[in-house]
């Protein structure tokens, strides 16, 4: 039975005390979903009521649903090894230490300042991405960066010869049947983020690099809405094995710390989280959007909570401290 009174009231209570315009949500359990819409689509310029069908901007949740998703295809193909050297693939990058895990666990130390960054071309941003140094935070610290996931998207264009976000719908969302995800949606079935420049950004990308780099991104770029991310979370945990085109074997491995021995724990591209009591391992991920994903394959259950946490503004980070609440809150009902 599903039962995550808690966990429920917190995520209701985004919209009750005015966090975020409006949510979509649902708990899974085995077979079974439970799926509530609460709130508004927008406020600005005029409030709307929400569907429970939106679309919504899944921001870095793309890093792990299309880009890792293709690559974990690929290497369950034996087409890449993630112990492959990102220069195997991308030799103009200069740097023979960093390795394709590196990436996919944001431990590479690629960093630095590229000017004038917003408005470089697509493919001038992508030169200035290959020419980050690394620095000597390499192996030695987890920094979250989109550029790590810049960079597999482009390993994933040298194996394929395609555009990453092309080649995850070719092979993940299309096989899949997985409609309702797409890096092109509908904007009157989206909802609307961020007021910019006068404009309020609605079934347009939000991430400013992803509007640059458009099909080769592989960081951001996907939208998607709760049916199809419960669909992929019964995949994820076991449910539906047969759903996505990668074997439950490969889905395993994705449950398991691939960071050195005292770094914060990360996955293949996913982030992890324990359970409080058996202590193994639940992947998640986050979206600045205001989105979150968390799978749980022992107990094949989950969490999908959809935000537009940055409309009108994305000042507010009050729903940062509240997000961190609502996971503890799943993870302490997660019976």
Same mark, same amino acid.
């Given at each position: 039975?599903?039962?995550?009174?808690?966990?429920? =009231?917190?995520?209701?209570?985004?919209?009750?005390?005015?966090?975020?315009?409006?949510?979509?949500?649902?708990?899974?359990?085995?077979?079974?979903?439970?799926?509530?819409?609460?709130?508004?689509?927008?406020?600005?310029?005029?409030?709307?009521?929400?569907?429970?069908?939106?679309?919504?901007?899944?921001?870095?949740? #793309?890093?792990?649903?299309?880009?890792?998703?293709?690559?974990?295809?690929?290497?369950?193909?034996?087409?890449?090894?993630?112990?492959?050297?990102?220069?195997?693939?991308?030799?103009?990058?200069?740097?023979?230490?960093?390795?394709?895990?590196?990436?996919?666990?944001?431990?590479?130390? *690629?960093?630095?300042?590229?000017?004038?960054?917003?408005?470089?071309?697509?493919?001038?941003?992508?030169?200035?991405?290959?020419?980050?140094?690394?620095?000597?935070?390499?192996?030695?610290?987890?920094?979250? +960066?989109?550029?790590?996931?810049?960079?597999?998207?482009?390993?994933?264009?040298?194996?394929?010869?395609?555009?990453?976000?092309? +080649?995850?719908?070719?092979?993940?969302?299309?096989?899949?049947?997985?409609?309702?995800?797409?890096?092109?949606?509908?904007?009157?079935?989206?909802?609307?983020?961020?007021?910019?420049?006068?404009?309020? $950004?609605?079934? *347009?990308?939000?991430?400013?690099? +992803?509007?640059? $780099?458009?099909?080769?991104?592989?960081?951001?770029?996907?939208?998607?809405?709760?049916?199809?991310?419960?669909?992929?979370?019964?995949?994820?945990?076991?449910? =539906?094995?047969?759903?996505?085109?990668?074997?439950?074997?490969?889905?395993?491995?994705?449950?398991?710390?691939?960071?050195?021995?005292?770094?914060?724990?990360?996955?293949?591209?996913? =982030?992890?989280?324990?359970?409080?009591?058996?202590?193994?391992?639940?992947?998640?991920?986050?979206?600045?959007?205001?989105?979150?994903?968390?799978?749980?394959?022992?107990?094949?259950?989950?969490?999908?909570?959809?935000?537009?946490?940055?409309?009108?503004?994305?000042?507010?980070?009050?729903?940062? #401290?509240?997000?961190?609440?609502?996971?503890?809150?799943?993870?302490?009902?997660?019976?």
């Amino acid at each position: 039975m599903i039962n995550f009174p808690k966990t429920q =009231n917190l995520i209701e209570s985004l919209v009750s005390e005015r966090i975020v315009p409006g949510v979509n949500y649902a708990f899974m359990k085995g077979d079974q979903v439970f799926a509530s819409t609460v709130g508004f689509a927008a406020l600005y310029p005029q409030k709307t009521q929400l569907s429970p069908f939106a679309v919504y901007d899944l921001a870095s949740c #793309t890093k792990v649903l299309a880009t890792g998703a293709v690559l974990l295809k690929l290497y369950e193909e034996g087409r890449v090894s993630f112990d492959d050297r990102l220069t195997k693939y991308v030799p103009e990058f200069g740097d023979d230490r960093v390795r394709l895990w590196h990436l996919l666990t944001h431990t590479s130390g *690629i960093r630095g300042w590229i000017p004038n960054r917003s408005s470089l071309s697509g493919e001038d941003l992508l030169k200035a991405i290959v020419g980050l140094p690394v620095t000597d935070e390499f192996e030695r610290v987890v920094r979250y +960066a989109d550029t790590n996931f810049v960079l597999l998207g482009l390993v994933v264009e040298r194996i394929l010869g395609q555009p990453v976000q092309t +080649a995850a719908a070719d092979m993940i969302f299309r096989p899949a049947g997985l409609t309702e995800t797409t890096f092109h949606p509908d904007r009157q079935e989206c909802v609307p983020t961020e007021l910019v420049n006068g404009t309020v $950004l609605q079934g *347009i990308v939000h991430d400013p690099k +992803a509007r640059q $780099l458009g099909a080769r991104c592989g960081s951001a770029g996907l939208f998607s809405t709760v049916k199809d991310l419960v669909l992929m979370g019964q995949a994820y945990t076991g449910v =539906n094995p047969s759903l996505l085109p990668l074997s439950q074997d490969a889905i395993a491995q994705l449950y398991a710390v691939r960071t050195p021995n005292g770094l914060q724990p990360r996955a293949w591209g996913w =982030n992890l989280v324990f359970d409080p009591q058996d202590k193994y391992p639940l992947i998640y991920h986050t979206g600045f959007t205001g989105t979150l994903i968390m799978y749980d394959r022992v107990k094949q259950s989950g969490l999908v909570m959809l935000t537009n946490r940055v409309h009108p503004s994305r000042h507010n980070q009050i729903f940062l #401290t509240m997000r961190s609440r609502i996971i503890n809150s799943f993870l302490a009902e997660n019976k």
